[in-house]
């Protein structure tokens, strides 16, 4: 049966019925589904057994650019200022290093080997990429949560932002060893910086469009993120932009647009799953197996000295900024996986007529080799991370949903507690993002019951609280002021911790639960002297998840 002439629609979904059932006998093998989606894929590809032709990844491929268009877009929604304004020095360190450290090992190594200098550039650029749908599937079938997710995400976005950049760059720098320069070096450079600019301007015009047309009620979230995910995708393309970068910037518009923002980013969360599965599977049938033999000691070098540099970039960036060290000790491996991006610079190096089809084809199969393998062997590895880190099985609603790093607040400066409560009033509504909360009001309800009675319950530690006419659920915020507030305190000690907690009518039962569950929490003598010694968010983050302090704050599923 030749399954180029059978209907595109009938073709995705018998991609998906293979998909899913190779991701379900992954899973009983214990194997991470993405893995099981991309052998059943290279099974049926022209690689083994040929059910699925070379044709049929042309015949899909805008099924192909849609999910990678939706998959970017979701990754630049997680670069977010309200959930990372206090982690940007750990995730950039992360990236930097990361990004530096592979691009330098790999043209170091390919020179060494070939003394090509056009081809180890571009294959330095190359190996920075790393495949965002792979992590996010991962993440999403692990159901994982924590600093190592928040930050793998936030680095796996701007990774692939510097991957644009530096290829762009590269291209034109390695054209000038191949072949005799036409034009100056910066009007080349300009005109490759002018078309990522517009691709980033197209995304981000798109996102404020679909965000104002959801405001006024014009379309739903689900209908805003799929026109705007087909707009920017096919626009792009049809400009000759970057349709990866113009997604990104728009999942980057939509992610810093408060709460309605991030709801459209999650709109299409549903239909995710299907995305992941044939996009995968489809990978997988594009794969080819005969690749690997023709990757020589170059492509040996490339994908030793990338994978080096992933792994130890990012595990001594994450110790430069401050990620704690079962952080550090685990993200390097969550950076490995490259597909999509990798790929799709392929293609654009297999259409500039600057390079000779030698330089070029050696380039492709040093790249497919190695995608081969990190999409094999990739995810696995990922799954452990996630693993080695104790953030798998995370991503669920707790009782005190308030209590992440990004709504810790530390060093919390006052002059008093009237200072103290309108500082955290203010940090609590700017992370998380409300727009249906005033300050004003806020603070006025703490403050008229912090005039009838003090909400410190000694040993330093006050829990200021307020009844709020209307908000998404109970919010809340964690500061730490380390010289202490006069907090008028039973037992006459300075206030540390603070914890303000603002509850809207309709949550007055889940009110007690959390006001209960905080202050027995803060009760424990080993809590608060760590929490004394703590020099980061972070820090405190990791002292309130760890040991048995979780059981205060349970999973409302357990």
């Not at 008093?416 to 940090?427: P, S, T, V, Y």
């Not at 909360?437 to 909400?455: G, Q, Y």
């Not at 200021?464 to 209307?470: D, F, G, K, Q, Y």
Request: charged share 15%; hydrophobic share 50%; glycine share 10%.
């Amino acid at each position: 049966m030749d399954i180029n002439a059978l209907n595109p629609l009938f073709t995705i979904a018998l991609i998906f019925a293979a998909g899913y059932a190779g991701g379900l006998l992954a899973k009983r093998l214990h194997m991470p589904s993405v893995t099981g989606n991309i052998i059943v894929g290279v099974a049926l590809g022209p690689s083994i057994f040929g059910f699925f032709s070379e044709g049929t990844a042309r015949l899909l491929e805008p099924a192909t650019m849609f999910a990678m268009g939706l998959i970017t877009a979701v990754i630049g929604g997680h670069l977010s200022w309200r959930r990372l304004h206090n982690s940007v020095r750990r995730i950039l360190s992360v990236t930097l290093m990361e990004v530096i450290l592979t691009g330098t090992l790999v043209v170091f190594s390919i020179y060494f080997l070939t003394e090509d200098m056009a081809m180890s550039l571009l294959l330095g650029a190359i190996a920075t990429a790393t495949a965002p749908a792979t992590v996010l599937a991962v993440f999403r079938e692990e159901r994982a949560k924590g600093l190592m997710v928040k930050t793998t995400l936030a680095s796996v976005a701007l990774d692939n932002v510097l991957c644009l950049l530096l290829f762009s760059v590269t291209m034109v720098t390695a054209a000038q060893y191949v072949g005799p320069a036409v034009g100056s070096l910066g009007a080349k450079l300009a005109l490759a910086g002018r078309d990522l600019l517009f691709s980033a301007l197209i995304g981000a015009v798109a996102g404020k469009l679909i965000l104002t047309a959801v405001r006024r009620r014009d379309i739903t979230p689900f209908t805003g993120l799929l026109f705007g995910v087909l707009m920017t995708t096919g626009g792009a393309q049809s400009l000759g932009l970057n349709p990866l970068l113009t997604n990104l910037s728009m999942g980057v518009v939509l992610g810093n647009a408060g709460r309605e923002g991030e709801e459209l980013v999650s709109a299409l969360e549903d239909f995710q799953p299907m995305v992941l599965t044939s996009f995968f599977t489809l990978a997988g049938v594009d794969l080819h197996l005969s690749s690997l033999p023709a990757m020589g000691l170059a492509g040996g070098a490339y994908l030793v000295t990338r994978g080096v540099g992933k792994v130890l970039g990012a595990t001594v960036g994450a110790y430069i900024g401050g990620a704690p060290p079962r952080v550090s000790k685990a993200i390097g491996p969550t950076l490995l996986p490259q597909a999509g991006l990798a790929i799709g610079l392929l293609v654009v190096l297999q259409g500039d007529g600057r390079f000779p089809s030698e330089l070029v084809g050696a380039i492709t199969n040093v790249v497919l080799a190695t995608v081969v393998l990190n999409e094999i062997f990739g995810p696995p590895l990922v799954r452990r991370s996630v693993r080695a880190a104790e953030e798998a099985g995370k991503d669920r609603r707790r009782l005190v949903e308030f209590l992440q790093e990004e709504h810790i607040l530390y060093p919390l400066k006052a002059e008093d507690k009237w200072d103290a409560i309108r500082k955290m009033g203010e940090f609590m509504i700017k992370t998380h993002g409300v727009s249906d909360v005033t300050l004003d009001a806020l603070v006025e309800s703490v403050e008229a019951r912090e005039r009838s009675f003090s909400t410190a319950i000694g040993s330093g530690v006050a829990l200021p609280h307020a009844h709020i006419e209307s908000g998404p659920e109970i919010l809340g915020a964690m500061g730490l002021c380390p010289k202490g507030i006069d907090f008028d305190a039973p037992d006459g000690e300075p206030v540390r911790v603070v914890i303000l907690i603002a509850t809207p009518e309709g949550y007055e039962e889940r009110h007690l639960e959390i006001m209960s569950a905080v202050a027995g929490l803060m009760s424990d003598p080993e809590v608060r002297a760590h929490l004394l010694t703590a020099r980061s968010s972070a820090e405190i983050y990791e002292i309130l998840e760890s040991g048995a302090r979780q059981d205060y704050n349970y999973f409302l599923d357990d």
